[in-house]
């Protein structure tokens, strides 16, 4: 029998840093449930984790290296899309504020930096409830991305960081990058300028330690699966649909923290959608349902961050 002349050479599959467990070593490879357990303060089983996503889309958006999920989708100029976008953060966010506030929810909020340029009158309204400023990169086209500029990308997050530092008055610890996209130096960025917990890895239910070049940082478990733009938006589902979805999230959560110690409940919402008048309600009874249940502990990121580095030092 002949050779094949398109036969793949020996070495084709030869990697270095194949090996049991993770093809690299930003983190350790573990199974969730074999992990030393967490309690949460007051013996809580169940961290509910309310994040507000705040966000400023230009409308020349470039789109580079992909048009930014959640942006303009029309041509220039899409006044439509622009203007519901800019609808959350002058009517919804409000809405939402007001169903915090009736159910007992602490709210962190992830801020584009521009956003807080742009619109005094609201990074006011968030300074003055005390809660949590995250930041959530400069603006949603703001793109972190495999070959871009080191030089350019470090620009970028110092002057996000910066700005966000100096206007809200806090002393930013948290970061989500637009469209949760990041290059191959982006976390060790965040970690030069000070940055201590991020949440664009959604590989688990729980926190963990992610290797950089200076420090380790904090892996934080924001899931997209329950992200109401995800749910809604993207997988079409109906606001009831992702309320269920939720409530069962919730339910599930408690009854494993039963054996293998406290879980998290991260929600990841938009005021643009959810701030409808036609969605709020659903947001307000999935609220309280969670808040209903016993052992429940709602907090900002860097509480539930801190608890768990508290129980987890090494």
């Known amino acids: 029998m002949s050779s094949n002349k398109h036969t793949l050479p020996d070495n084709y599959l030869d990697y270095p840093e194949r090996h049991y467990g993770m093809d690299h070593d930003r983190y350790t490879w573990s199974m969730l449930q074999s992990r030393k357990a967490v309690t949460w303060p007051n013996n809580a089983s169940l961290?509910?984790?309310?994040?507000?996503?705040?966000?400023?889309?230009?409308?020349?958006?470039?789109?580079?290296?992909?048009?930014?999920?959640?942006?303009?989708?029309?041509?220039?100029?899409?006044?439509?899309?622009?203007?519901?976008?800019?609808?959350?953060?002058?009517?919804?966010?409000?809405?939402?504020?007001?169903?915090?506030?009736?159910?007992?929810?602490?709210?962190?909020?992830?801020?584009?930096?521009?956003?807080?340029?742009?619109?005094?009158?609201?990074?006011?309204?968030?300074?003055?409830?005390?809660?949590?400023?995250?930041?959530?990169?400069?603006?949603?086209?703001?793109?972190?991305?495999?070959?871009?500029?080191?030089?350019?990308e470090d620009v970028l997050i110092e002057k996000a960081l910066t700005k966000l530092n100096e206007l809200s008055g806090q002393n930013i610890k948290g970061w989500i990058s637009p469209a949760r996209n990041e290059s191959e130096n982006t976390a060790d960025l965040l970690a030069k300028h000070g940055i201590e917990y991020f949440c664009d890895w959604v590989n688990d239910d729980m926190p963990y330690r992610y290797k950089t070049a200076k420090k380790p940082l904090i892996a934080m478990p924001l899931s997209n699966e329950l992200e109401d733009r995800f749910v809604i938006v993207n997988n079409q589902h109906s606001e009831q649909s992702w309320s269920e979805q939720v409530c069962d999230a919730c339910d599930f959560l408690l009854e494993e923290a039963k054996t293998q110690g406290g879980r998290i409940l991260a929600l990841n919402i938009h005021p643009w959608l959810l701030g409808q008048p036609h969605r709020i309600q659903f947001l307000e009874d999935t609220l309280a349902y969670i808040m209903s249940k016993p052992g429940v502990w709602s907090a900002s990121a860097t509480d539930i961050a801190n608890s768990w580095q508290q129980q987890n030092p090494d």
């Open 47 to 152: 961290a509910v984790w309310v994040n507000v996503a705040v966000q400023y889309f230009p409308l020349n958006q470039q789109g580079v290296p992909f048009k930014v999920p959640g942006g303009m989708t029309m041509p220039y100029p899409d006044l439509r899309h622009y203007s519901l976008r800019d609808y959350g953060n002058r009517v919804g966010i409000f809405r939402f504020l007001k169903a915090f506030d009736k159910y007992g929810i602490t709210p962190t909020f992830a801020l584009n930096t521009r956003l807080a340029e742009r619109t005094p009158y609201l990074l006011d309204a968030l300074k003055e409830r005390g809660n949590e400023i995250l930041c959530h990169g400069y603006h949603m086209d703001a793109l972190h991305y495999s070959g871009q500029a080191f030089e350019d």
